[in-house]
């Protein structure tokens, strides 16, 4: 099976303790059931610690987070003490990879890195076109090229994203996005704070235009799409636009607001791209 990845997959490399948004707080983390039965038989003091915080209630393996919803092995200097204890290959799978991801489709492997952390954002948002790469190969492919490569019949308009939004357009978005199960309070918080700007600043939207990187905005829409191009499986071409649609429009409403484009994808992120639930709810409107 080959491997497609963008072309920036291969630079992604984890900031550990300079991260200001660390995937070792407030995230559940599974264990697999190999790195848990290691676990299980480690010796000392370490293998203790571990055992303590393993907790396997629900059927799955899982450490058990701390009072402020951070992995029990995150130092207050945001390394990882199983890490600096035994070295990487102590981690489980999901602390292994993350924030890539890999999902199959029509014999490809389409790899990524999920847009919840930082340095994810940062690579995508470097300038140029979204380009693909696939192992073993020299040549890069455009977003249409993969498109066709994959057997996916899709418009060039359907490719590219389209701002124009309205008012009552942004509206409707963040109410949508009001109705995704919330990742924490301040999700809520945030949406009620949207909603209010945009009833207030009927112009906000026109004004962000005039500004926005239009080849970064066709970027984030293409790579958002990418990322659930899995799901023709078990969706319809429509179905998965739609999302893509929301989803960009989302952050071009946040970014629109805060003026800041990064969070605003990171944010999207954590509260979407990794709730699967959520992502059926935008799959289904």
Not at 156 to 174: I, M, R, W, Y
Request: aromatic share 10%.
């Amino acid at each position: 099976m080959n491997t497609v990845y963008p072309s920036f997959y291969k630079d992604f490399s984890c900031i550990a303790s300079d991260c200001s948004h660390s995937c070792c707080k407030g995230w559940e983390i599974d264990i697999d059931n190999a790195t848990a039965e290691k676990y299980l038989k480690i010796g000392g003091s370490l293998g203790d610690e571990l055992r303590a915080n393993i907790s396997s209630a629900t059927g799955v393996y899982s450490f058990g987070l701390a009072k402020n919803g951070a992995c029990p092995f995150l130092q207050e200097d945001g390394l990882c003490k199983l890490i600096l204890s035994a070295g990487e290959e102590i981690l489980c799978e999901i602390c292994t990879n993350h924030p890539r991801f890999y999902t199959v489709l029509n014999d490809y492997e389409l790899a990524g890195v999920g847009l919840s952390c930082e340095v994810s954002c940062g690579l995508l948002l470097q300038a140029g076109s979204l380009e693909f790469s696939i192992e073993g190969q020299s040549s890069n492919l455009s977003f249409s090229e993969l498109l066709k490569l994959l057997g996916i019949n899709m418009k060039k308009e359907q490719q590219t994203f389209h701002p124009g939004l309205s008012k009552n357009d942004a509206l409707e978005v963040l109410e949508i996005m009001g109705n995704t199960e919330p990742i924490d309070d301040k999700w809520r918080e945030d949406i009620a704070a949207y909603l209010q700007y945009a009833r207030e600043n009927p112009k906000f939207l026109e004004n962000y235009e005039l500004i926005m990187p239009h080849q970064i905005f066709q970027r984030i829409y293409q790579y958002i799409m990418y990322r659930q191009l899995e799901k023709l499986s078990d969706y319809s071409l429509d179905d998965l636009l739609i999302y893509t649609d929301i989803s960009t429009e989302y952050i071009f409403i946040a970014a629109a607001i805060t003026g800041d484009l990064p969070e605003a994808i990171r944010r999207w992120s954590e509260q979407i791209e990794y709730c699967p639930e959520n992502v059926a709810m935008l799959l289904k409107m």
